[in-house]
Protein backbone atom coordinates (compact mmCIF):
# COMPACT_ATOMS: atom_id res chain seq x y z
CA UNK A 1 0.00 0.00 0.00
CA UNK A 2 1.38 3.38 -0.74
CA UNK A 3 1.93 6.01 1.69
CA UNK A 4 -0.96 8.39 -0.25
CA UNK A 5 -3.68 5.87 0.58
CA UNK A 6 -3.02 6.80 4.48
CA UNK A 7 -3.47 10.37 3.74
CA UNK A 8 -7.11 11.42 2.77
CA UNK A 9 -6.72 14.68 3.68
CA UNK A 10 -2.86 16.20 2.89
CA UNK A 11 -3.72 20.06 3.74
CA UNK A 12 -5.31 22.45 6.04
CA UNK A 13 -5.57 25.57 6.22
CA UNK A 14 -6.41 28.20 9.11
CA UNK A 15 -4.66 25.76 11.93
CA UNK A 16 -3.66 27.29 14.68
CA UNK A 17 -0.33 25.59 16.19
CA UNK A 18 -0.02 26.24 20.38
CA UNK A 19 3.33 25.30 21.61
CA UNK A 20 4.61 26.41 25.01
CA UNK A 21 6.40 29.31 25.54
CA UNK A 22 5.40 30.72 21.89
CA UNK A 23 2.23 32.65 21.10
CA UNK A 24 -0.22 30.69 19.04
CA UNK A 25 -0.02 30.96 15.37
CA UNK A 26 -2.30 30.63 12.51
CA UNK A 27 -1.44 28.95 9.35
CA UNK A 28 -1.61 25.80 6.74
CA UNK A 29 -0.27 22.29 8.24
CA UNK A 30 0.73 19.74 5.90
CA UNK A 31 0.73 15.82 6.18
CA UNK A 32 3.25 13.59 3.90
CA UNK A 33 4.61 10.40 4.47
CA UNK A 34 7.41 11.02 6.53
CA UNK A 35 6.53 14.73 7.81
CA UNK A 36 4.22 17.33 9.17
CA UNK A 37 4.24 20.61 7.85
CA UNK A 38 3.04 23.88 9.39
CA UNK A 39 3.75 27.10 8.21
CA UNK A 40 2.95 30.17 9.27
CA UNK A 41 0.93 32.38 6.86
CA UNK A 42 0.44 35.67 8.77
CA UNK A 43 2.29 38.53 7.40
CA UNK A 44 6.02 39.34 8.97
CA UNK A 45 6.10 35.74 10.00
CA UNK A 46 8.06 33.08 8.32
CA UNK A 47 7.89 30.55 11.21
CA UNK A 48 7.91 27.02 10.13
CA UNK A 49 7.87 23.62 12.04
CA UNK A 50 8.30 20.66 10.07
CA UNK A 51 8.35 16.96 12.04
CA UNK A 52 9.54 13.86 11.33
CA UNK A 53 6.70 11.76 12.23
CA UNK A 54 8.50 9.09 13.35
CA UNK A 55 9.73 11.44 15.93
CA UNK A 56 6.05 11.46 17.56
CA UNK A 57 5.81 9.27 20.86
CA UNK A 58 1.88 9.93 21.45
CA UNK A 59 -1.11 11.32 20.18
CA UNK A 60 -4.32 12.72 21.79
CA UNK A 61 -7.33 14.18 19.50
CA UNK A 62 -10.49 15.90 21.13
CA UNK A 63 -12.95 17.10 18.73
CA UNK A 64 -16.44 19.76 19.66
CA UNK A 65 -19.05 20.82 17.31
CA UNK A 66 -17.57 21.04 14.20
CA UNK A 67 -13.54 21.51 14.88
CA UNK A 68 -10.95 19.31 16.58
CA UNK A 69 -7.56 19.64 18.59
CA UNK A 70 -4.67 17.57 18.48
CA UNK A 71 -2.41 17.30 20.81
CA UNK A 72 1.21 15.89 19.58
CA UNK A 73 3.74 14.57 22.25
CA UNK A 74 7.17 14.17 20.75
CA UNK A 75 10.06 11.76 22.03
CA UNK A 76 12.30 14.65 22.52
CA UNK A 77 9.72 16.15 24.83
CA UNK A 78 8.42 18.80 22.96
CA UNK A 79 4.60 18.97 22.68
CA UNK A 80 2.37 20.71 20.07
CA UNK A 81 -1.58 21.65 19.99
CA UNK A 82 -3.37 21.76 16.56
CA UNK A 83 -6.66 23.52 16.57
CA UNK A 84 -8.10 22.15 13.21
CA UNK A 85 -11.49 23.59 12.01
CA UNK A 86 -13.67 20.83 10.66
CA UNK A 87 -14.00 17.69 12.56
CA UNK A 88 -13.35 15.35 9.44
CA UNK A 89 -10.39 17.18 8.32
CA UNK A 90 -9.09 16.58 12.41
CA UNK A 91 -9.97 12.51 12.39
CA UNK A 92 -8.44 12.19 8.87
CA UNK A 93 -4.89 14.22 10.24
CA UNK A 94 -5.20 12.32 13.44
CA UNK A 95 -5.88 8.74 11.29
CA UNK A 96 -2.85 9.28 9.39
CA UNK A 97 0.19 10.66 11.76
CA UNK A 98 -1.50 7.24 13.98
CA UNK A 99 -0.17 5.12 10.60
CA UNK A 100 2.73 6.83 10.22
CA UNK A 101 4.23 6.70 13.72
CA UNK A 102 3.36 3.37 14.26
Given at each position: ??????????????V?L???????SR??L??T?????????????S???L?L??????I?K??S?????????????R????D???ME??LN?A??????C?
Open positions: MEFSDHIKTANVEDVRQPLHPPGTCIGHHLLFSDREEGSQQVLLRNIDAERTGSSGTITIKCKDLVLQLIPGQCIHSIEVFS
